[in-house]
């Protein structure tokens, strides 16, 4: 059985956050791309050589708004899960359903929490395309 390295992108504008997460998650043995803007999320997206299994995204450092770029990532990119991150509110809660699961993270990251909501939801994805998890 062969296993794959999975991709996760973080969309985050703090690079004091955003680069901790990434290099835990690294250590954890996860390919972790970094991007600041929406822009930058499609590049990455888009790019026919990049395979991205997971979006991280802070709910508020998108430059559309997090439930919007979840829903648009779910719907143009349909195997690529979404998790939103970022200070609850009730809207993020009221929100919550467009997460594939749970409820938002919120800051300041707990990396072991993070790597945690990663694993589960490759782990269910994989499951569901019939792929070998890492």
């Keep these: 059985m062969t296993f794959s390295v999975k ?3 973080l969309v985050e504008s703090d690079i004091l956050v955003r680069a901790p997460l990434a290099k835990y ?3 954890c043995g996860y390919r972790f791309l970094e991007a600041r803007s929406t822009i930058e999320v499609e590049a990455h997206l888009s790019h ?3 395979a991205i299994h997971l979006v991280l995204a802070d709910v508020n450092a998108v430059d ?3 439930f ?4 648009r990532v779910r719907r143009e990119h349909p195997g690529v899960s979404v998790i939103l991150g970022g200070t609850p509110d009730k809207t993020v809660e009221k ?5 594939d699961e749970g409820p ?3 800051k300041p990251y707990d990396h072991q929490i993070v790597l945690e909501r990663i694993r589960r939801m490759i782990a269910a994805r994989d499951r569901y395309e019939g792929t070998p998890n890492a």
Excluded: K
């Design 104 to 106: 938002p993270i919120s």
């Design 68 to 71: 919007v770029f979840a829903a």
């Design 25 to 27: 998650l690294r250590e």
């Design 7 to 9: 991709t996760v992108l």
């Design 95 to 99: 929100a919550a359903d467009l997460c």
């Design 48 to 50: 026919p050589d990049r």
């Design 64 to 66: 559309e708004g997090g």
